[in-house]
């Protein structure tokens, strides 16, 4: 009776040890290499997607950088190894560009009359711009399974620095004095030129742009674990506050009249004395700065 039944099994082993063998040979197959660098192509909406296979393949990072300039990033990989020192930063851009040029000069001081015969101040120059904001950084989760390789992976979620404010423009140019009446000698005298007009003041930088909010990195134990040995280093810092702008520089002196001339021998009148320039503006004020960012230990694991 037993031999019976041992007969259907006995029957049924050349086809259960071929699909056996086969299945080892499958497990024993390598797995196949996909480069974190080739497939940050893939977006969904502002995030870039990044995925390998958990039975078939394993994600390498073979060096290089990657600036997200706004984007949010996902990695999903079972099996990893970081074989170069690769870089995932916010933005390739640290600091945003000062903001460029400066306003134009502020108007000339008006010229001197016979009511008022020096040259008027020249007008306060016009502040500059605000410097451009920082941008916030973006999101990371790295939900990465066993690593291997002796690589540094390094993640910096910094907020980006806020770009200095503009340069205050340059005080207006003092009028132009009063030139002195002629006179006749013996029936009236020659009139000095009036005095010319101060360069004025030049106007305040323009305010630091406000400094970038730090990003949100959400990492694996997997990495967690490479964190004592500097394989796996990261920030959120905020973004620096921008400085302030240049002050604007004076206007120009005004000239002085000339004295009003006169018959022999009487004496004409004197030239007027040419402004000065007011000195003293302010550059601008720094901005504000950013919020720090956060990174934790991925619960959904």
Not at 58 to 63: A, R
Request: proline letters at 7%; one cysteine or more.
């Amino acid at each position: 009776m037993r031999r019976a039944n041992l007969l259907p099994l006995f029957a049924a082993l050349p086809m259960v040890i071929p699909a056996l063998l086969a299945d080892a040979a499958v497990a024993e197959e390598p797995l196949r290499e996909i480069y974190f660098l080739d497939l940050i192509e893939n977006r969904t909406g502002n995030t870039v997607v990044v995925e390998a296979n958990p039975e078939t393949e394993i994600l390498v990072f073979n060096g290089g950088q990657l600036a997200l300039e706004n984007l949010n990033l996902i990695v999903v990989a079972r099996h990893a190894r970081v074989d170069a020192d690769t870089i995932i930063k916010s933005f390739s851009l640290v600091t945003r560009l000062p903001r460029p040029g400066r306003p134009p000069q502020a108007e000339t001081g008006a010229p001197g009359t016979a009511e008022a015969p020096a040259g008027a101040n020249g007008v306060t120059g016009t502040p500059g711009a605000p410097g451009d904001n920082g941008s916030a950084a973006g999101k990371i989760v790295l939900r990465i399974g066993e690593v291997s390789g002796g690589g540094r992976l390094i993640v910096d979620l910094s907020g980006q620095d806020g770009g200095k404010g503009q340069a205050g423009g340059q005080g207006g140019d003092g009028g132009k004095g009063l030139d002195g009446a002629d006179g006749t000698c013996g029936a009236s005298q020659a009139q000095d030129g009036g005095d010319g007009g101060w360069g004025g003041i030049g106007g305040q930088g323009g305010p630091g742009g406000r400094g970038g909010n730090g990003g949100i990195l959400i990492y694996s134990a997997a990495l967690e674990s490479l964190i004592g040995g500097g394989q796996f280093t990261f920030a959120t810092k905020a973004g620096r506050p921008g400085a302030g702008g240049d002050p604007g520089g004076p206007g120009h002196a005004g000239r002085g009249g000339a004295g009003g001339n006169a018959t022999q021998p009487c004496a004409g009148g004197k030239d007027g004395a040419p402004g000065g320039r007011l000195y003293g503006a302010s550059p601008g004020q720094t901005g504000a700065p950013g919020r720090d960012g956060s990174a934790a230990k991925d619960e959904v694991e």
